[in-house]
């Protein structure tokens, strides 16, 4: 291949690519600001600074923008709670793991953002939510898997491991989350302490007493 065509190439693909990152950036900032339904993708152009030739070139709708940022979303979150961590060590330890990357994703600005655009937007756009929902609820399923497994082997004693799940997570979120999406500073807790004291009440009422002989 030619060196100089060679290079041509990889020069188009990283203004293709920067151009890509624009446009999801501006997207963030004006659906936050205006709502999705309130911005055009001449707006999404001019905001992210491209020719509109350009933007329809990367992006045929802005509901193709909102899924490539559901996208970005979801691999947030797999980074921060990874598969497979859930069948190793003690319950406490691997609480711990989940509550510390619950709390860890509660800190990007961008998911607070985004998720206040989603609750903005999802009654007049009720697809919004629905597939905001598709990308959460995987992770919850990892959750509610894990404790019923648990209860399966004895150590924890969830009746209803749905309901269980969402309660460890409620109680992160109400601390953590909430303020945030109100527009408040998040309470004056340390980290260590809500972790430490959320798992220590869920096991209180979830962890199976042990028998005498054990």
Known sequence: MDTHTGSTEAGAKARQGGSREAIIEAAGRLFLDRGFGSVSMDDLAK????????????????????????????????????????????VEDVLCVIARAI?????????????????ADSRQFPWIAEEFAAVMEPRTERLVHYLAHLTALEI?????PVLAAHQFMGMLNEISLWPWMIGREGLPLAA?????????MFLQRYRRPQSKGN
């Open 156 to 160: 924890l004693d969830c009746r209803n």
């Open 47 to 90: 905001a992210s600074g491209v020719a509109r030739r350009t933007l329809y070139n990367q992006f045929e709708t802005k509901e193709e923008i909102f899924r490539e940022m559901l996208l970005r979303v979801s691999g947030q979150l797999e980074d921060a709670f990874p598969s497979g961590i859930e069948p190793d060590g003690d």
């Open 192 to 200: 260590d302490e809500v972790v430490d004291e959320t798992i220590r």
């Open 103 to 119: 709390l860890e994703f509660h800190k990007k600005p961008e998911y607070c953002g985004f998720l206040r655009m989603v609750v």
